[in-house]
């Protein structure tokens, strides 16, 4: 190789061009895949752990919804019997088999077990009062409720009731959880104790009918936090800091009027305070829980669990 | 004018040509940029079908139906949505999520036929997906109590899909959102 610039010859110019192209060149290159580097590794960082990982528990949860709404389904329907809960989830595990086909996934449903309860209703409006018009009453001993529900049909008979409100009380001999519902013309006020002497309400303006789904706790379809958590992070929800199981007592039923209904986990509810179906107030077999096997499969994925499915149930 | 000046010249043409494929990603080339929009673009449409699922929003409209018109109700003569979504809970989380950020979408709702086979009916549709499409679905369940905007109930309403449920259920739909972006 010449020198780079010998004196007086211009020919040597191109090879400075030449080389600081291929300099220019390689750190192009360089940058190139620096650039690319970065972006794959947030790329990755963005991906499942396992590639689908995520659809497996994703679907999970949608067959646990499904589950439920075929136990809230026969629950609710006269005509079908807690029996009926094995082959609604054999028909679910053949839909949800073809569906996910479609997408390349294999997915099995297996029903495994169920355990009763008793469905405690009042379907037309009236009193939350027992057979015999008492409004302090017991509605099971030594349970536990999911997915309670209180119709308010009437706001006015809420009226005037601040200082014996309407109060739903869960009890286990030692402590006691109260949630009472009282108005003042159209505002509602819905007030839960808890055994740990917390204290929080939630006042509203609602209409003359609306719901309060203690379990799911929300008041008109709108969460209320005094029935799920406070903001210290405090839980609120029905039943806290009781034992695994407890009464469930009514005070003050004749300040409301609407319909109600709650699932319990006991099949020897007393029959007294009842009248029979359909007249209200009545119980009724029904589904508490329902244990269920999943599995999904795909070609890199495969995930084997037992689901148990009780809608409307508070957090542990 | 030598052979190394036109062969550098050449080269650095090359390397700037080679720098320019790095850089030139629009939202409609296929790169591996693009691929974390697709990631970003899946996620938050999954987000939308979950919100929707859980308020309840994705089954009011799945039951939005019209059956003396057998369409959607207030739908295009199609008979599904066309271009603008519908006026309601979903429609709105729809314009919120997609429609601000330049992403076009269809929305199809899938369910049994009593032969046990798949059909499909369109809700919404914007046009054709591009190559970089996401799809991400959503199961919602139907009952033979749940009832039409008109008061029906599903068990004894004229529907798009069939009751094929064991006792009280009726089907089970698979709601499929499809987003590009435009």
Same mark, same amino acid.
């Given at each position: 190789?010449?020198?780079?610039?010998?004196?007086?010859?211009?020919?040597?110019?191109?090879?400075?061009?030449?080389?600081?192209?291929?300099?220019?060149?390689?750190?192009?290159?360089?940058?190139?895949?620096?650039?690319?580097?970065?972006?794959?590794?947030?790329?990755?960082?963005?991906?499942?752990?396992?590639?689908?990982?995520?659809?497996?528990?994703?679907?999970?949860?949608?067959?646990?919804?499904?589950?439920?709404?075929?136990?809230?389904?026969?629950?609710?329907?006269?005509?079908?019997?807690?029996?009926?809960?094995?082959?609604?989830?054999?028909?679910?595990?053949?839909?949800?088999?073809?569906?996910?086909?479609?997408?390349?996934?294999?997915?099995?449903?297996?029903?495994?077990?169920?355990?009763?309860?008793?469905?405690?209703?009042?379907?037309?409006?009236?009193?939350?009062?027992?057979?015999?018009?008492?409004?302090?009453?017991?509605?099971?001993?030594?349970?536990?409720?999911?997915?309670?529900?209180?119709?308010?049909?009437?706001?006015?008979?809420?009226?005037?009731?601040?200082?014996?409100?309407?109060?739903?009380?869960?009890?286990?001999?030692?402590?006691?959880?109260?949630?009472?519902?009282?108005?003042?013309?159209?505002?509602?006020?819905?007030?839960?104790?808890?055994?740990?002497?917390?204290?929080?309400?939630?006042?509203?303006?609602?209409?003359?009918?609306?719901?309060?789904?203690?379990?799911?706790?929300?008041?008109?379809?709108?969460?209320?936090?005094?029935?799920?958590?406070?903001?210290?992070?405090?839980?609120?929800?029905?039943?806290?800091?009781?034992?695994?199981?407890?009464?469930?007592?009514?005070?003050?039923?004749?300040?409301?009027?609407?319909?109600?209904?709650?699932?319990?986990?006991?099949?020897?509810?007393?029959?007294?305070?009842?009248?029979?179906?359909?007249?209200?107030?009545?119980?009724?077999?029904?589904?508490?829980?329902?244990?269920?096997?999943?599995?999904?499969?795909?070609?890199?994925?495969?995930?084997?669990?037992?689901?148990?499915?009780?809608?409307?149930?508070?957090?542990? | 004018?030598?052979?190394?000046?036109?062969?550098?010249?050449?080269?650095?043409?090359?390397?700037?040509?080679?720098?320019?494929?790095?850089?030139?990603?629009?939202?409609?080339?296929?790169?591996?940029?693009?691929?974390?929009?697709?990631?970003?673009?899946?996620?938050?449409?999954?987000?939308?079908?979950?919100?929707?699922?859980?308020?309840? @929003?994705?089954?009011?409209?799945? *039951? &939005?139906?019209?059956?003396? #018109?057998?369409?959607? +109700?207030?739908?295009?003569? %199609?008979? $599904?949505?066309?271009?603008?979504?519908?006026? @309601?809970?979903?429609?709105?989380? *729809? &314009?919120?999520?997609?429609? #601000?950020?330049?992403? +076009?979408?269809?929305?199809? %709702?899938? $369910?049994?036929?009593?032969?046990?086979?798949?059909?499909?009916?369109?809700?919404?549709?914007?046009?054709?997906?591009? #190559?970089?499409?996401?799809?991400?679905?959503?199961? %919602?369940?139907?009952?033979?109590?749940?009832?039409?905007?008109?008061?029906?109930?599903?068990?004894?309403?004229?529907?798009?899909?069939?009751?094929?449920?064991?006792?009280?259920?009726?089907?089970?739909?698979?709601?499929?959102?499809?987003?590009?972006?435009?």
């Amino acid at each position: 190789v010449a020198d780079l610039t010998p004196r007086g010859d211009e020919r040597g110019r191109g090879q400075i061009l030449l080389v600081s192209a291929f300099v220019l060149a390689v750190a192009f290159v360089a940058l190139a895949l620096i650039v690319n580097s970065a972006i794959f590794t947030e790329n990755l960082a963005a991906r499942d752990d396992v590639p689908g990982s995520q659809n497996a528990l994703d679907y999970r949860y949608e067959v646990t919804q499904t589950v439920g709404t075929a136990v809230t389904a026969i629950n609710a329907d006269p005509d079908s019997s807690p029996g009926d809960i094995d082959e609604s989830i054999e028909d679910i595990s053949l839909r949800a088999g073809t569906d996910q086909s479609v997408l390349g996934r294999s997915v099995v449903i297996g029903y495994e077990s169920h355990t009763l309860g008793t469905k405690i209703a009042q379907d037309e409006p009236g009193n939350f009062t027992d057979a015999s018009d008492t409004g302090d009453w017991e509605l099971a001993a030594n349970t536990r409720a999911r997915n309670i529900r209180l119709n308010v049909t009437d706001r006015a008979a809420l009226d005037g009731s601040s200082d014996d409100p309407f109060t739903l009380v869960a009890s286990d001999g030692a402590d006691e959880w109260r949630m009472a519902i009282s108005a003042d013309s159209g505002s509602v006020t819905v007030e839960v104790e808890t055994p740990a002497g917390e204290l929080e309400s939630c006042t509203r303006d609602l209409p003359e009918q609306f719901t309060v789904d203690v379990t799911a706790g929300t008041i008109d379809g709108r969460p209320c936090y005094a029935l799920v958590r406070q903001t210290s992070g405090e839980g609120m929800y029905f039943g806290v800091g009781l034992g695994a199981s407890y009464d469930v007592e009514i005070s003050n039923g004749d300040a409301i009027a609407g319909t109600y209904s709650m699932i319990v986990d006991s099949t020897s509810v007393s029959s007294i305070p009842y009248n029979s179906y359909p007249d209200d107030p009545y119980t009724e077999n029904a589904i508490y829980s329902v244990r269920a096997n999943y599995e999904f499969f795909t070609s890199q994925v495969g995930y084997e669990t037992a689901i148990v499915v009780a809608p409307g149930e508070v957090p542990p | 004018m030598t052979l190394e000046a036109v062969t550098s010249a050449l080269l650095l043409l090359v390397a700037i040509g080679f720098a320019l494929q790095m850089t030139a990603v629009t939202p409609l080339s296929a790169s591996t940029s693009s691929q974390h929009l697709e990631n970003q673009l899946q996620k938050s449409s999954e987000g939308v079908l979950g919100s929707t699922a859980e308020n309840g @929003s994705l089954k009011a409209i799945v *039951l &939005e139906w019209d059956e003396d #018109d057998q369409q959607f +109700a207030g739908a295009d003569s %199609v008979g $599904y949505y066309r271009g603008s979504p519908p006026d @309601s809970a979903f429609g709105d989380t *729809l &314009e919120r999520a997609y429609t #601000d950020r330049n992403v +076009a979408y269809n929305v199809v %709702v899938h $369910y049994h036929t009593v032969q046990g086979t798949l059909e499909q009916q369109e809700l919404i549709e914007q046009g054709d997906p591009s #190559d970089h499409a996401v799809s991400a679905s959503r199961t %919602v369940t139907l009952r033979d109590s749940d009832t039409l905007p008109n008061g029906t109930s599903l068990g004894s309403a004229d529907f798009y899909a069939p009751d094929v449920g064991d006792g009280p259920m009726y089907n089970m739909v698979r709601v499929e959102v499809i987003a590009w972006r435009i």
